[in-house]
């Protein structure tokens, strides 16, 4: 075989996290891989799975190496979101600190070993256990970006967000934001919701993976592939509660709405009151929404992804 494939796990902060490791017979890129980030996305990890198993019948030229499931702890634990050691997010520790919590450290540990000498990086996650979700792929503003955006493209999910840091900017801290920094092109590529795993949302992943491999140039395109035409959406605004309740939206992720429509409510626990009337604030589409009712004061309602 032409492709050889390991598998072995890496001290990432103290976690035995599983590794996959593929390399071609001809020299190429670098692609590092990465799913699990937030412990209850299984779509992503599972296209991510499944992908590294089909890459040992093919000739590659370049390397891959992958990282199916990262954060053990949350994984273990079912926790949604958070590291359950210290409660924080991981996707906005990067690129980490080895002096700070177990998230802190763990982004530092996947910083340092598996982004930095990348020559492309993906991270695959999708809605979380509590998120409705349309597939759409991020990439961050940087001297890489021209090559994130063909890599966000090549994903071929329907949206494509650019983010610039700044006060617009709905997340920071991410895996993509830190390699933008050092100038390794980097995508977070979303498919798949709720902590289910579909098998839409997972052959979306293993086909992105695939286009992404071919754009690079490490592998051959597949001949079904087809031809990505995404949506590119030049504004991700988050939408928060003032006070916590009962939310309830009235749109669905992919559906239009315009600039001033009712996208949900919030009421009091005994369904008595309305506490919030939440209004889209410019014409766009929701790209995820929180699918659970109980949310707290100043808590995250939904992604407007703005055309
Ligand atoms: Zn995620």
């Not at 992908?51 to 040992?56: A, D, F, K, N, V």
């Not at 597949?222 to 949506?231: I, M």
Request: charged content about 20%.
């Amino acid at each position: 075989m032409a492709t050889k494939v390991t598998r072995r796990t890496i001290d990432l902060a103290g976690l035995d996290v599983p590794l996959v490791e593929a390399s071609g017979s001809e020299d190429g890129p670098l692609l590092t891989v990465v799913a699990g980030v937030h412990g209850c996305e299984y779509a992503s990890m599972d296209g991510v799975r499944r992908w590294t198993r089909s890459l040992e019948s093919r000739e590659l030229r370049g390397r891959v190496r992958a990282v199916p499931v990262l954060n053990l702890p949350a994984f273990h634990g079912r926790t949604p979101f958070a590291v359950p050691d210290d409660g924080k997010n991981l996707n906005r520790c990067f690129p980490g600190d080895p002096a700070g919590t177990l998230a802190d450290r763990l982004a530092y540990a996947v910083f340092t070993q598996l982004i930095t000498g990348s020559d492309a990086l993906i991270d695959a996650h999708c809605g979380d256990m509590v998120e409705a979700l349309e597939p759409f792929a991020i990439y961050d503003a940087g001297p890489s970006e021209a090559r994130a955006r063909e890599m966000a493209t090549a994903y071929g999910l329907p949206y494509v967000i650019r983010q610039e840091p700044g006060p617009d900017r709905a997340v920071g801290g991410t895996t993509s934001s830190s390699a933008a920094e050092i100038g390794i092109p980097a995508i977070i590529a979303e498919s798949g919701e709720c902590g289910l795993v579909q098998e839409e949302a997972v052959a979306r992943h293993v086909r992105g993976l695939d286009g992404v491999l071919a754009l690079l140039g490490i592998a051959d395109r597949p001949e079904d592939a087809p031809e990505p035409s995404p949506t590119y959406l030049s504004r991700f605004t988050w939408m928060r509660s003032e006070r916590g309740g009962w939310w309830a939206p009235t749109v669905r992720t992919g559906e239009q709405v315009r600039e001033g429509q009712v996208i949900g409510t919030i009421t009091t626990l005994d369904g008595s009151q309305v506490l919030e009337t939440i209004t889209a604030p410019a014409d766009g589409v929701p790209i995820f929404i929180t699918s659970s009712p109980a949310v707290a004061d100043d808590g995250l309602l939904l992604g407007l992804g703005v055309v």
